[in-house]
């Protein structure tokens, strides 16, 4: 079928498919209005969904969740979902099953345990930073996903509900995912926590009628100037909780809403990581010509008494702590930065295109190094900054 006739086949079945027939115990089905490509996509009988209850080891102790998908083998992109308080329950299996109905790999987590490492009940995205313990969980739980052979591993997103959206940023935070999504989160602009988002989408879904809703308009401000690619919605005559099924009225709209957001986001942000790389560059603030030629790149950022002079003596032993990793982290993000600003320009010899897939591969060596370091795996780390050695060569070779 050409694309065209596809379209048409999509409109007529959106406009002419009958009501899909309701299952008993789907939240979504009744109570939540569910956008119309869901109920689309159900009624059409697509690949099975397949759960498992699986555990994830971590260094902190193992850990419980939920893995939907379709039932094939087919590589799909994934979502970690977090829950608040309300735990691993029916309605958190629902997100996860209604997410893998539109093609991801969802892994709904039981919630981390309570520990010392923040004050009861008075926890935010801030002080899950300095919670390693919760953080070391959920990296594995990524990690997890991004080992499998039947996930993208550049292709994962978060989403997480009250406590466990502030769970989800402090991760995105602290771990590279193509998107975070928080519902009833608590609004904090902490610089640290901010830095660390750079360059992860953020949706944030708020009740118009809670305490974070008087202010968003600073937490818009504060990410507009922390130049983090951000949607933040905020419904009317809803309390927190909304998106949870046992909510009245009006929470099934608002809540139809939310979700709504949630699919389109990742559909955006995660689905087609690759494609919105280039338009996320040119959201992020008033078309700017480069300042710095390839010439000053190479010199402060590839030569060895630059960044990548750094990286490599960081790593000739193995990072004994946090703040030597961090370094390492820091040094390879910058690069891979870098390399993202090399494709601003036209090679001195050689096409384009070639060029593009030189600064990209580039990029994705530095990429490995970053993640490597978030999860201080020195053998990966050492062997991607090799191979990152290994395509300056390379380059040259084509381009200079
Ligand atoms: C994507 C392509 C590409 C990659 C990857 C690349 N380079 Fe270059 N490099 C160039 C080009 C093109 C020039 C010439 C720039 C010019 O003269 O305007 C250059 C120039 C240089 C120069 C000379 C700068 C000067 O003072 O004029 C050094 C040093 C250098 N590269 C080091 C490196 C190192 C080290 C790496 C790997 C860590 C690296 N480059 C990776 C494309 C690349």
């Not at 039932?71 to 997410?99: C, F, H, S, V, Y």
């Not at 995660?270 to 700017?288: C, F, K, N, Q």
Request: proline residues 7%.
């Amino acid at each position: 079928m050409n694309a065209q006739g596809m379209m048409t086949a999509i409109l007529f079945a959106i406009l002419f498919v009958p009501e899909a027939p309701a299952q008993a115990g789907r939240p979504s089905d009744s109570k939540h209005p569910m956008p119309l490509f869901l109920d689309l996509f159900r009624s059409n009988q697509r690949p099975t969904t397949a759960t498992t209850d699986i555990t994830v080891n971590t260094a902190v102790g193992s850990m419980r969740g939920y893995l939907a998908r379709q039932d094939t083998a087919e590589r799909l992109p994934a979502i970690l979902l977090i829950p608040g308080e309300e735990g691993l329950n029916d309605w958190m299996k629902d997100n996860a099953r209604d997410l893998a109905g539109i093609g991801y790999a969802a892994l709904a987590l039981e919630p981390a345990p309570r520990n010392a490492g923040h004050a009861r009940g008075k926890s935010d995205a801030a002080a899950f930073l300095a919670d390693e313990p919760t953080l070391a969980r959920l990296a594995a739980a990524v990690r997890w996903l991004r080992r499998r052979p039947d996930v993208f591993p550049d292709r994962i997103g978060v989403v997480g509900w009250s406590m466990g959206a502030d769970q989800a940023l402090a991760l995105a935070a602290t771990t590279p995912l193509q998107a975070c999504a928080i519902c009833d989160a608590s609004v904090v602009t902490d610089s640290a926590l901010f830095a660390g988002l750079r360059g992860t989408p953020l949706l944030g879904i708020f009740a118009g009628k809670s305490a974070a809703a008087g202010r968003l308009p600073n937490f818009e401000k504060a990410l507009t100037e922390a130049q983090i690619a951000h949607r933040i919605r905020s419904y009317a005559g809803v309390s927190p909780g909304f998106m949870t099924p046992d909510q009245a009225t009006p929470g099934p709209e608002a809540a139809g809403k939310g979700y709504f957001e949630i699919y389109e986001f990742f559909a955006k942000f995660v689905e087609d990581a690759d494609i919105i790389a280039d338009t996320r560059l040119s959201r992020s603030g008033p078309a700017h010509e480069p300042v710095a030629a390839i010439a000053d790149i190479m010199r402060s950022v590839n030569q060895a008494t630059g960044v990548h002079g750094d990286l490599l003596k960081s790593l000739q032993e193995e990072p004994a702590d946090r703040p030597q990793w961090q370094r390492v982290r820091a040094d390879a993000a910058l690069i891979a930065e870098a390399a993202q600003l090399l494709e601003k320009h036209d090679p001195p010899k050689g096409k384009h295109e070639p060029w593009l897939e030189q600064c990209r591969a580039f990029a994705l060596s530095a990429k490995a190094v970053v993640a490597a370091a978030d999860r201080r795996d020195y053998p990966t780390a050492l062997r991607s900054a090799t191979a990152l050695k290994a395509r300056c060569a390379a380059c040259h070779d084509r381009h200079r």
